[in-house]
Structure formats: C-alpha cells, structure tokens
C-alpha cells in the first residue's frame, strides 16, 4: 500500500460527498482552512493535495485511514476468544439444576 493510493482515495470520497451534496466544496474549504479555489483545484486533479491538507481533511471530516482500505485491505479484527477456549452452552431459562429441561436432554459421551 502507497500513500498516492491513500490519496488517491481520499479525494475520490471527496468527490463522491460534493457530487452527493453531503458538503460544498466552499464548506470543506471552510472547514480545513484551505482556499476554494485551491479545494476546488485538488478535487479536479489540476493540483496536488499536500500531505499536511490531507491530514488535516481527514481529521477534520472524522475519515480514517481505515476508512480508505477496501475491505480485501483491512487486518483481521481481534477475536474476543481463543480458538478452543471454554464457553459454557447456552441456558435458555436462566437456572442450571435437574429441573432445567434444556440441560437435562444434552448427554455426555467420554472421550477415549
């Protein structure tokens, strides 16, 4: 992974939220403090989005690098278990004891 790809990505969500009017380009440039003139020029691709601007897009828009991975892309999320850990079935009912039909139908067969 390259930033260009990064970039790359984050202006065509850019892109995507001024063509479905989720933000003007004047209301991006007011919001990040740049020029619209300048956003106007980076969303065309007539010039560069900085490294500086581009930090400062993503933090002011709340986008993570995260979000500009494709799914293909992103690192597994961590399991809340181990595999083969211990988890106890399930108690519908909410008691354990012999009056507890849903226990009492589960048979127990020793391993050899």
């Known amino acids: 992974m390259h ?3 990064l970039r790359t990505r984050l202006i065509a969500s850019l892109q ?6 989720e933000i003007t380009e004047r209301g991006l ?21 900085s490294l500086e601007a581009a930090d400062l897009v993503l933090e002011r828009l709340g986008i993570s690098l995260t979000d500009l991975l494709l799914p293909a892309e992103c690192p597994p ?7 083969g850990a211990y988890s106890s ?5 909410g008691r354990a004891g012999p009056r507890n039909t ?6 127990f067969i020793p391993s050899r």
């Open 29 to 49: 440039a007011r919001l990040t403090g740049l020029s619209q003139p300048h956003v106007h020029h980076v969303l065309k691709g007539a010039r560069a989005l």
């Open 16 to 21: 995507a939220r001024v063509m479905n009017g």
């Open 102 to 107: 849903a226990l009492r139908k589960r048979t």
């Open 77 to 83: 999320a961590p399991r809340e278990s181990r595999p």
């Open 3 to 5: 930033f260009e790809t």
């Open 89 to 93: 079935p399930p108690n519908p009912r």
